[in-house]
C-alpha cells in the first residue's frame, strides 16, 4: 500500500465527528467515528503518505461468549475445548450491516484526500461475499485505480498469514458484500399466504391488530 515493508501504524484515529450547532465545539464527546488502523510510511520529511486500513471480524449468532472464555482459561495446554453453546457465524450482520455502511461513508472522503483504504478479512469472510470484479493491470495501475482493496488472511501453522489481495471499486466491493438479491413477489407472497394459514404461528409471528 505505501511500498514500505515497515510502515508506522497508529490504532484509531478520529475520523468522524456528530453534527452540532456549535460547530468550535471539538471535544472528544463529539468524536462518532474512527478509522480502524492509520499506517504511515515512515520517512515523512516530503509529506505525510498514509493509507487507511478497517479491518472486520465476523459476528455471531447465539449464547454469550463468556462461557467459551470460561472453558478456555482452565482447559489444559495443548487442549482445544469443544463450544459450549450452539452459535452461528453471522456474515449478514458483519458484512451488509456493519462494514459496508462504514466503505460508503469513509471511502468516498479518503479517496477525495488521495488516501487508499484496505479491509483487512479472513478467507471464511471474503468467501461469504458474492463475485468481485477485480481491477486488472500491473500492480501500480491497480492500486491507482482501486478505492478498496481488500487483504484476505489466513490461518496456517498456528499464525495469521496473508492469503491474496484483490484491488477493487467501491460500489463493486458493497455489491459483493451484500451478496443479495430480492425473492421476487410471487415467492414473497407465497410466504405470506402459507404463513397466515399456519395457525401455530398465530400469536408468535401472526398477531391481529
Not at 21 to 36: P, Q, S, V
Not at 67 to 85: H, Q
Not at 191 to 208: H, M, P, W, Y
Request: hydrophobic fraction near 40%; proline fraction near 6%.
Amino acid at each position: 500500500m505505501l511500498q514500505s515493508s515497515h510502515p508506522i501504524a497508529i490504532k484509531e484515529i478520529p475520523f468522524l465527528a456528530k453534527l452540532d450547532k456549535d460547530a468550535a465545539d471539538e471535544g472528544d464527546g463529539k468524536k462518532a467515528g474512527r478509522i480502524d488502523w492509520v499506517l504511515v510510511h515512515p520517512k515523512t520529511k516530503a509529506g505525510l503518505k498514509w493509507c487507511a486500513i478497517e479491518s472486520q471480524a465476523v459476528y455471531f449468532s447465539g449464547r454469550s461468549m463468556v462461557s467459551e472464555f470460561e472453558n478456555w482459561a482452565v482447559a489444559k495446554p495443548g487442549v482445544m475445548p469443544f463450544p459450549a453453546e450452539t452459535r452461528r457465524p453471522d456474515y449478514r450482520s458483519s458484512g451488509p450491516k456493519r462494514l459496508a455502511p462504514q466503505l460508503q461513508v469513509k471511502v468516498p472522503e479518503l479517496r477525495n484526500w488521495g488516501a487508499k483504504t484496505a479491509v483487512i478479512v479472513d478467507e471464511f469472510f471474503f468467501s461469504e461475499m458474492s463475485a468481485l470484479p477485480e481491477l486488472r493491470g500491473s500492480a501500480d495501475d491497480r492500486l491507482a485505480n482501486a478505492d478498496v482493496v481488500w487483504l484476505v488472511a489466513k490461518y496456517e501453522n498456528g499464525k495469521i498469514v496473508p492469503s491474496k489481495s484483490v484491488f477493487s471499486r467501491l460500489d463493486d466491493s458493497i455489491r459483493a458484500l451484500n451478496a443479495t438479491r430480492p425473492v421476487g413477489k410471487t415467492a414473497f407472497e407465497a410466504e405470506i399466504q402459507s404463513t397466515l394459514q399456519d395457525a401455530k404461528k398465530l400469536g408468535r409471528r401472526v398477531f391481529k391488530l
